[in-house]
Each structure stands twice: as structure tokens, then as C-alpha cells.
């Protein structure tokens, strides 16, 4: 490869990582299972304690 080649090639590919970074992304963050039973058992004890009232 030439050596304009070369530098055209790296200039794009970290352009594209840039704008990879900016943009929103379509997962949603990872939740641990120990983190979803913890949530799961707070969120049930809310509930029991709205129906008491």
C-alpha cells in the first residue's frame, strides 16, 4: 500500500470510531442477575407494603 493509502485508511477508520462513540446506543446496560433478583425482591416489598396501607 502506498503511503497516502495507508494514511487515508487509518484517518477513516478513526473517524468512524468517533462517530461510533457519539451515537446513541441500542442496548440497554448490562444488569447483573444478583442485581435483577436484589431489584425484584425491593420492588415486591413496595408493593406489600402499598397494599397494606
Do not use: V
Not at 446513541?24 to 431489584?39: C, E, V
Request: hydrophobic fraction near 30%; charge should be positive; glycine fraction near 2%.
Amino acid at each position: 500500500m502506498n503511503r497516502r493509502k495507508k494514511i487515508k485508511q487509518l484517518l477513516k477508520a478513526h473517524a468512524k470510531k468517533a462517530s461510533a462513540k457519539l451515537a446513541p446506543s441500542g442496548k440497554d446496560k448490562y444488569i447483573s442477575k444478583a442485581d435483577r433478583l436484589k431489584l425484584a425482591a425491593e420492588s415486591s416489598q413496595d408493593e406489600s407494603s402499598s397494599c397494606e396501607s
